[in-house]
């Protein structure tokens, strides 16, 4: 029987009309005679009644029907009576009197009920991902990120960008993340590396002359893990030829709106979308990726306690440091003495020797360290604009350290006193941005953003020698959203010479340049336009859109926090022939037991 | 500056106005103190005119412009004069007067001509592919298969369909093609699979329901390589719960509407599109892809040749086999002995043992076996249809060896004698296959399409038996253009037991198909609905619709037909680090030439 209606979408407008519905058994209430059944589908819940009168044969199938088994029903739309009317229902006036009825699949137990809210493993969700998938939570998640795809590609494909697929079999290339590889067997020893973004494609399709290139593309890294980081993850890649930065920015201005219209119905205001340089988004909040939707910027003190009787303020500043604070609006009595420490604790993954904080009161300023600044407590006053209830966090050390413990305590501290508009999507540009930055742990220097980012065009002449080039800033501008950041953008460099002095910078021989871009650095002696693009990260956004915390909840088929798919159980051992053909020899699979792995 | 118009879309309309530029000198005239320059960007190409008159600066600019320089200009649209006019562009009648211009990059002397109908090496165009891309096939090809996407998506999600993403890090599995491996590093000894295709987790996204999927998705096929393979492949794929066959062809049909009127401006007569059972299409055409643009069926003449003087006609009756032929119309005179003895010796590829012909002259029948035959000739002419000036050739073997001779004879021949209409789009529905095939080479029977194919309803008490089920026909349709597969779908199994019955005639133990797919067993268990879908070729719809006739001319950057890409020269040798992070063991790469393996 062909479908007529989606359950969910049945309301009093069908009264009357015969509707055939397809579906699960949510549940069902045998009243002896009279048996209810709430029938799901992708569109929501619609309350079937079955009895002799309406259809005998339809009861008898009802009284075979458990939860979760997939049936087939052909009815007629009736009122309620006035006291069974469900409000949270679009469905919840009418019922589906059920004349004919069908089981077409029978379903065991479930481990867990197909509802939202549900408090089990992560573990057990992805194992039995397609039950967890039928919660209505999960399927407005992917549904929210079918919609930016969808969103994504209208505007694009209404605005002259060609849908361009690169390769996923991909060369080996240093500078980014650890490669996924993939062994070729027609050549033993060479291997295809999964591409960990479409970056060097994209400027060859420049310098291709397509113009305008967009592509919803899978990338690859394999990292180390955590809540936010999967080994495939997708970027909504756009490059674009012959546009300055500004122009870049409104255009995807433009398309971000388009997804928040499409997604969430929110009117985006593109001209009230902030841009902070880089310099002022690590002054004003310690991140790069600062969270707009609330204030509490971090104050400099470093003037003021220049010459604190606080040693630890005086002695930051002497060595070249600095002090700053936020200030958290009435949050003076709310955090105990043992709170504190539990931040001071906390911050001490940035390397921050301790928290100094300060309550204000009716009496003035009070804590452990007011003593030492009874003579600065009115400039501080003054130039923090802290009242009474009020809570200041200090931070002194080098500015590194400040700006990360600050932004932490910003954020941790803003979300405790609920001072987030959680209603806001506050988007903000973060631009001119170092070119490089420093490596302490490698001890070198990187790229801030990756090789083929533009100098500005002001530090070009830096870019003569390594040491300037670590001084040069970048044509480059990330899109944040809510503290996240949601893109990373920048102008490329398209002339050869200025390619081979970022490289030479970065510690290249010539020759290792040539073995790992000479394609690249070749192609741009052909003649390759200026161009500049961006990535959106789809995971990220999606999980925000959705209102989640993690990425997981936002992609139908994700791998568990050890990289493995607890379903299929991937990662897993091949056969010894697979290997052959391949020339590999790997490890003995069978030392590690392999459905353990996949717990978490 | 910023962009006001595309070069390749000014025409007379724009006269007088003042337009900015930017784009490649496609080539340079220098009339002395008169330089004329085409200047080409993706849509065409516009005459830019410099002269002292016009813009003393610029023209001392276009003094230094040469082919594939990127430059910009600002000028005035104005028109060519009347001998000047050139009807082949859209731009013919105009030129722009350039009052300032800007060399934006230089550019080496090209490998070869940025034009079409270059005769130089696929090796060459592959490892330069951005000039090879910058060429305007290169440049329509591209935008046709972007046009098929843009169709796909729009047409799909304003149908309900949810865009689902699902993993290319999967699980290695059996029956298929040879699967591309990904070394677990966190697992040594284990190994991701890239995907053949979504069809497990797109069974699961129904078993979720989400009712309707889809994905323009990657695919990955370790297979030998040949004109239409790549190793990876673009599908866009679907997938339907609660339909019919009936209802998801039709479905199919309006989406190909959809991507035919976008893409070459075609009004498809959905109504039209003919449905051939499958032993139908074998024994009218010879294959299961029928190439619908022209006529030339098979004939039967198994009967009026059982009893044949000729003996090798009567024998192959004898054996159980079949005599078949076509009628070539008007190519009596144009194939000589030496063709046809060349079409002898091509055929033998399939087994047959000589070819058996008969010209049709104003004498009747001539030719070698005309003497054998004279009995006959009047019915022979009858049957077939044949006329003066036709050409017979037959077939007399078994039933395969005959279809593939005639298919490729039928087929060889109407490209010969310009029978085919080139302007048609020959859709057509192959419908009701078997379930499975017996594969001579390996002595087993598998799939015909894959083991999760819905068995026809009448057909499900054969499944109860290995015997039987090898001779259950399925649910299933594939879509052919114009002779080649398009697309391939069926109705999905949804219950265990079938599945469990179809694993079992494929010669799966209980263990083995609970190791390889006990996930999908499983979830069978919990309520799946009956589902089916599809999944259609990108690459072979491009380059169908563009008019070429290998799938490398519509992929940005394809592998050659060794599997490498000559312009990264991927799969490379990597860093002996990266190989011991995934505890692997690969033989030398040193010993292999690299750089000579990227050549044909």
Do not use: C
Request: no cysteine; net charge negative; charged share 25%.
């Amino acid at each position: 029987m062909k479908r007529t209606n989606y359950a969910g979408l049945i309301d009093e407008s069908y009264l009357e009309q015969t509707v055939t519905l397809q579906g699960w058994v949510q549940k069902r209430r045998d009243l002896g005679g009279l048996i209810f059944v709430d029938l799901r589908d992708r569109e929501g819940i619609v309350q079937l009644a079955f009895s002799a009168e309406f259809g005998q044969d339809a009861l008898a199938v009802a009284e075979k029907m458990r939860t979760e088994y997939v049936i087939e029903i052909e009815g007629v739309v009736k009122s309620r009576a006035a006291g069974a009317v469900n409000d949270h229902l679009k469905s919840g006036k009418i019922e589906v009197q059920v004349k004919s009825a069908q089981i077409l699949s029978e379903a065991k137990t479930t481990p867990f009920y197909i509802e939202d809210g549900i408090n089990v493993s992560d573990e057990l969700r992805l194992k039995y991902r397609y039950l967890d998938l039928r919660r209505p939570e999960m399927q407005k998640n992917l549904r929210i990120r079918s919609k930016i795809t969808a969103a994504t590609h209208e505007f694009l494909d209404n605005n002259g960008f060609i849908d361009i697929e690169t390769p996923y079999l991909a060369k080996s290339t240093p500078e980014g993340a650890r490669d996924y590889l993939v062994p070729s067997r027609v050549y033993p020893g060479a291997f295809y590396a999964l591409p960990q973004s479409p970056q060097l494609f994209k400027q060859l399709l420049m310098g291709a002359g397509f113009d305008r290139y967009y592509q919803v593309a899978r990338a690859f890294r394999d990292e180390d893990l955590r809540g936010d980081r999967q080994p495939e993850f997708t970027q909504l890649d756009v490059e674009m030829s012959f546009m300055s930065q500004a122009e870049i920015m409104d255009l995807v201005n433009h398309w971000v709106a388009a997804i928040m219209k499409k997604t969430v119905d929110f009117d985006l205001n593109i001209a009230e979308i902030p841009t902070l340089e880089w310099a002022d988004a690590m002054a004003r909040f310690g991140t790069d990726k600062p969270d707009l939707r609330f204030g509490m910027e971090l104050q400099d003190l470093t003037a003021l306690m220049a010459d604190s009787e606080f040693g630890v303020f005086a002695n930051a500043v002497q060595n070249g440091g600095q002090v700053k604070a936020i200030v958290v609006p009435g949050a003076a009595s709310h955090f105990s003495r043992k709170d504190i420490d539990k931040m001071a604790q906390y911050i001490e993954r940035f390397g921050a020797k301790g928290l100094a904080w300060l309550k204000i009161t009716d009496e003035g300023i009070t804590g452990p360290i007011a003593k030492f600044l009874t003579t600065k407590a009115a400039d501080l006053l003054a130039q923090t604009g802290a009242q009474t209830g009020d809570l200041l966090l200090f931070a002194a050390d080098q500015a590194s350290v400040v700006a990360q413990t600050l932004d932490a305590l910003r954020r941790m501290t803003a979300k405790e006193m609920k001072l987030i508009d959680e209603s806001k999507w506050a988007f903000a540009w973060i631009t001119n941005w170092p070119l490089f930055e420093y490596q302490p742990e490698e001890d070198r220097w990187i790229s801030a953003h990756h090789p083929f980012t533009m100098p500005n065009e002001a530090d070009l002449p830096l870019m003569a020698t390594t040491e300037g080039a670590h001084k040069a800033h970048a044509q480059s501008y990330d899109l944040v959203l809510n503290g996240y950041e949601l893109g990373s953008g920048s102008i490329r460099i398209h002339r050869m010479e200025i390619q081979e002095q970022m490289l030479s910078a970065l510690g290249f021989t010539k020759q290792a340049a040539q073995d790992a871009f000479g394609f690249l650095l070749e192609g741009m002696e052909f003649g390759f336009p200026p161009m500049g693009g961006i990535a959106l990260g789809l995971d990220r956004l999606a999980m925000l859109l959705a209102g989640r915390d993690n990425i997981r909840e936002v992609i139908a088929f994700p791998k568990n926090s050890k990289g493995t798919e607890p379903m299929t159980e991937a990662p897993t051992t091949v056969a010894k022939a697979q290997l052959a053909e391949l020339n590999l020899i790997a490890p003995a699979y069978s030392d590690i037991d392999a459905p353990n792995m996949a717990e978490e």
